[in-house]
C-alpha cells in the first residue's frame, strides 16, 4: 500500500474529503471539513551507497469551522496516523480569522527493494 493510499485509509473513517495536495482555495464551494496532504521522500540507511530505506515527510492539513471545538478530532487524527504506522505527528494550530487549521507533520519508511524498487 502506498503511503498515499496509508493516510487516506487512516483519515477515511472521520467522513470527511482527503485529497492530496489539492488546493481548495480557488474553490466556490468548500466542504465544511476537509484533510488535504503532500509528501516528500528520500533515500536513507545507506550502506553501499545505496538507501535500504525511502523515507516519507508528510504534511497533513485539516481545515473546520472556526466555531468549532476540533480537539478531539486533532488527538484523533494524530492516533489514526500513528496506528497507520507514521510516527506520532508534530501538530500546529494555524487557525485564522477564516477557520480552523490544523497542520499535522509526520515520517514513515519504506524499505527499499535491492533492486532499488520500493
Not at 26 to 52: H, I, K, M, N
Not at 71 to 84: D, E, G, H, Y
Request: hydrophobic share 35%; with cysteine.
Amino acid at each position: 500500500m502506498s503511503v498515499e493510499s496509508r493516510i487516506v485509509a487512516a483519515l477515511a473513517p472521520f467522513g470527511d474529503p482527503i485529497e492530496a495536495a489539492l488546493l481548495y482555495a480557488a474553490a466556490q464551494d468548500l466542504p465544511p471539513r476537509y484533510y488535504t496532504f503532500s509528501c516528500s521522500s528520500s533515500g536513507d540507511d545507506f550502506g553501499d551507497d545505496e538507501p535500504d530505506c525511502e523515507r516519507w515527510q508528510v504534511s497533513i492539513h485539516f481545515f473546520a469551522p472556526l466555531d468549532e471545538n476540533v480537539v478531539k478530532r486533532v488527538k484523533k487524527t494524530k492516533s489514526a496516523l500513528f496506528r497507520a504506522g507514521f510516527t506520532w505527528p508534530r501538530c500546529e494550530d494555524a487557525s485564522d480569522q477564516d477557520g480552523r487549521h490544523f497542520v499535522f507533520e509526520c515520517e514513515t519508511v519504506e524499505e527499499v527493494e535491492p533492486d532499488g524498487e520500493i
